[in-house]
């Protein structure tokens, strides 16, 4: 049986890891292959470093980091951020990632999808999608005529979608107008190989995933979905995984701060999940 | 015999990452050279063909460098041989992937998308992507090795139909079940991620070295 999976994440800049993360001494708090060294410990399903690197030039540092990160950890590495084309996701496989992440540029220019899985293939291509429900949060009225231009392309094409929910850019700051289970559709059929859905609206939040709308999109398209934005606990995680009528669907959860502030370990949490009839991997040490 | 461990030559085709797989390699004993040089292929004790992408752009990548032909060789040689994920696929005679591409043809069968549904009529997400188990049997030396299951981690879309059930020697349910572990003679391979499969992975890849110094 293919199990769920339960995947850490990291904010890497200028080649460092951000967000306020506190480790035992015994690591190095800022460099991201300690980090996956720790997390390869807690055998963790899978990583991803979501680059968020502003300038270009500073790009070499990740694949340096992404590198040395698969000579180091026997693990699946998933690298998104700033991934702009073709030869982007070419280049972060040869640096030793396992599956690369596009957001943005995939609202931007709408065929890039197409042409990575037709050129490179679709199984380890995945479409990161921000989005929030429609109506929240502080959106600047100005940001929101900018982006019709800009993502016009798009909304054309997931044009017919009736969801609570849009696609998001710019850090959830923007929004597009595109409808965000349409674009998961279009996405799917497109050739990506799975969704990283982050609910802007709970990212932060330690809320809980959003799951009427992972179930919305889960339920809608034939690939796996990844739960992102708002797991604050074993509980939540154990929801976004969880089949039936309340659970999110998902195949995989994405967590961030329960993790790296060292509340829990990935296996406390799968240990959790097992005991509620999660199917996970089970944990490090575990006869189960 | 000799005192130095087994060498094993790593083929460079321009598809994915090879770095994993030599360190994977190393971390279980073994010297390795990374190359896309069909003479450097030679005088190894082994190759690993890995792989990750399009299978289209892999025969191309191969063909292109004259690797098919020293693949071909080796295998011909006796010399094991090590095949992970499109490693595998490379060996049977075509794939479906986007346009029908034929392989190396060394084994019989087909390369085919995993189907829409699950033999129960429920949906089928595709790619298979995660981890899941592996179950070993038949009459091949890793498979002596190896456990009777153990669980690895996969990411594809497609998957080898072999014609021949004798070559299957690991099999996974995913849309029914499918070959994650292939084996003629001294040819073997998988479907999965030794290199990412942590401790599983490095079981197997154990095994691999002492296949290869039972073969040396």
Redesign the interface.
Known sequence: ?????IIPCLDVDKGRVVKGVQYADHVDAGDPVEVARMY?AQ?A?EITFLDITASHEERRTLFDVV?RT???V???LTVGGGVRDVQDVRDL???????VSIMTASVQNPDLVADVA???????LVVAIDSRRRGSGALVADERSDATGEYAAARALAAGGDSPWEVATHGGRRRTGIDTVEWAARMAEAGA??ILLTSMDRDGTRAGYDLEQLRAVADRI???VIASGGGGSAEDLADALREGPDGGHA??ALAASIFHFKETTVGEVKRQLLRWGIPV?PPVGSDA | MSSLPPTVAVIDYGAGNLRSVAKALERSGLRTRVTDDPARLRDADSIVLPGAGAFADATEGLRARGLDGAVRDHIGSGRPFLGLCLGLQLLFEESDEHRVTPGLGLLRGRVERFPDRDPDGTLLRVPHIGWNEVRFSGQHPMVDRLPDADTFYFVHGYRAVAADPKRVIGRTSYGGEFASAVAVDNVFAVQFHPEKSQSAGKRLLDAYRAWLEACL
């Open positions: 049986m293919l199990l769920k999976r390869d055998e399903d590198s698969a000579e180091t026997f693990m699946p496989l040869n640096a030793g990632a396992d599956k037709a050129k490179i293939g679709s199984a380890n190989g799975e034939p690939i796996p195949q995989a991997r």
